[in-house]
Every structure is written in structure tokens, then in C-alpha cells.
């Protein structure tokens, strides 16, 4: 996990039990190193889904769209159909 961040030069590690996550907050950094590398190796199946969702709110808080209440609210809709928020068709 340390070699992440090593790799793209940003983010922290956090253990869950026995499990760790890598987190990004800086946006710069999602926008520049994480989104380019996932749109160069592409996430396949509902991945894929999530890493859309991610890609459209890091877009919606590039354009501020965030602090405003209509928006913060669509991102919060969109986070809650996330990962095993997800409904399958």
C-alpha cells in the first residue's frame, strides 16, 4: 500500500480492521494522477460504474457545483449509489 503512495505521490493509508484503503482527498491530485491512470488501465465490470460516479462528482466539484445545496445533495445521492449502494439491473 505504501507503494501508492510512492507511486502517484500523494494520499494516505488506513487500516480498517485487517484491512487497509488508500485515501485521496486532494482533488488536484484525483483530477491529475488517479482519474488519468484509471482512464489509461480501465476498471472493468461495476467498478467501472463507480469510477463514472467519481469521475462525474470530481468534475462537479471542479465547477463549484458542490457548495451549493442542489449539489451537494446530487453528489450525496450519487455516493449512496455506490459501491454495495449499488442496484443491479
Known amino acids: 500500500m505504501r507503494s501508492l503512495i510512492e507511486y502517484f505521490d500523494c494520499g494516505n493509508i488506513r487500516q480498517r480492521g485487517e484491512a487497509f484503503d488508500f485515501i485521496v482527498t486532494k482533488l488536484s491530485d ?14 472493468l465490470r461495476v467498478k467501472a460504474k463507480d469510477f463514472a460516479d467519481l469521475c462525474q462528482v470530481a468534475d462537479m466539484m471542479k465547477n463549484k457545483q458542490h457548495l451549493t445545496e ?18 443491479f439491473d
Open 70 to 87: 442542489e449539489g451537494l445533495n446530487k453528489i450525496r445521492k450519487i455516493k449512496a449509489g455506490m459501491n454495495t449502494g449499488r442496484k
Open 30 to 43: 484525483i483530477e491529475n494522477k488517479i482519474i488519468p491512470f484509471f482512464q489509461k488501465y480501465l476498471i
